[in-house]
Antibody, heavy 122, light 110 residues
């Protein structure tokens, strides 16, 4: 069974920084492309960004609202993906989900989601 | 403002069928057959129902089906059940300035 467990959320002031972690189990982590999504309170889903596997070049892509402020990285030895967030804004307040997709559809079919971790910028 | 447009709410009676629309543009839904649908119950993580417009992952009921015409995708739920009451989101791969876009969500009341 695939499990994605996020941690690191909390309360942070505007312009502050925070790093989220996601530990994955039950999958061949080194092969998986990992993504982050978020959901503001009472609002819809938003894709934040993605990191490819090492064999695919570990390329990253980010949503326009977070580009230049957020950085996704991975440590395959720890089965962990990170989301480093800087220059946080009020509008970054959301539950952040660690996500992975169906093999071959890592950018369009997200079948595994963590339980989410709440980030509050205030 | 979400990139994809969904109705805010739909409703139906048990046993009936409903359809939720998702309208995008030539940069996302119209450009690719990479449309997905997700179900989200309150306080829970989203669950993938449909991907690649029409494909159901293993374990997803055949009551859920997807389609696409032009820039608009649709999710149909047949034989509505009480447990189908949830929020539904569409998502699509995009060649815009964000790789993946979602709709604003549709609340289904059964």
């Amino acid at each position: 069974e695939v499990r994605l467990v996020e941690s690191g959320g909390g309360l942070v002031k505007p312009w502050g920084s925070l790093r989220l972690s996601c530990v994955a189990s039950g999958l061949t982590f080194s092969d998986a492309w990992m993504a982050w999504g978020r959901q503001a309170p009472g609002k819809g889903l938003e894709w934040v960004g993605r990191i490819k596997s090492k064999t695919s070049g570990e390329g990253t892509d980010y949503a326009a609202p977070v580009k230049g402020r957020f950085t996704i990285s991975r440590d395959d030895s720890k089965n962990t993906v990170y989301l480093q967030m800087k220059s946080l804004k009020i509008e970054d307040t959301a539950v952040y989900y660690c996500i992975t997709g169906i093999k071959g559809h890592y950018d369009d079919a997200f079948d595994m989601w963590g339980q989410g971790t709440l980030v509050t910028v205030s | 403002q979400s990139a994809l447009t969904q109705p805010a709410s739909v409703s139906g009676s048990p046993g009936q069928s409903i359809t939720i629309s998702c309208t995008g543009s030539g940069a996302d839904i119209g450009a690719y057959n990479y449309v997905a649908w997700y179900q989200q119950h309150p306080g829970k993580a989203p669950k993938l129902l449909i991907y690649e417009v029409t494909t159901r992952p293993s374990g997803i009921s055949t009551r859920f089906s997807g389609s696409k015409s032009g820039n608009t995708a649709s999710l149909t739920i047949s034989g509505l059940q009480a447990e189908d009451e949830a929020d539904y989101y569409c998502g699509s791969y995009s060649r815009g300035n964000t790789l993946v876009v979602f709709g604003g969500g549709t609340t289904l009341t059964v």
